[in-house]
């Protein structure tokens, strides 16, 4: 029986990929995909930020979130899938919530409110009948992100945001504040 069981596991996790190639996801795979997709975006931005910090500096961070955060997202952004950042309050105007990501950034904020935890922040709308699958993740502040979104930011790095962000908006944060999501949309093949 436990034979049985490993063998439809492992069916199932081979025939996932080929309804996706379809263009056909159920809810929970894309949910599970969607997921995978948003902590990739995450992991890989983390990990350059910190490096790059590392190496140059704070300022430096601001780099990687104008030219690489968008680079790993456009990796990311294949075969019907659109991954990216957004926020109430943006750096980059491009990021800027449309009128779904805006209520779920709005749901997520009410829920911080009500005492939900992170993880029960999750965003999801499917519309079958366009193909439509939307997902959204909060990207919650933390120490990090405070270098560059903080209320008391390094004069070098109030530079830096200036010079390469005029618009910016995001700001004032503290630890522990919804600092924006990561979006992730599916659109399937007719």
Known sequence: MIRLTKK????????LPLAAQAGQLSEAEFKAQAKQKAMQLGKTLKQNLQKAVKEGGLPNGVEVCKDIAPAIAAELSTDGWLVGRTALKVRNPQNRADSWEKSSLMAMVKGLEEGLEPGALVQVHVDDTAGEYRFMAPIMTDGLCLNCHG?????AVKEAIKQRYPEDQATGFAAGDLRGAFTVRYQQDD
């Open 8 to 15: 439809v596991v492992l069916m199932g996790c081979l025939l």
């Open 151 to 155: 209320a008391a930011l390094a004069p």
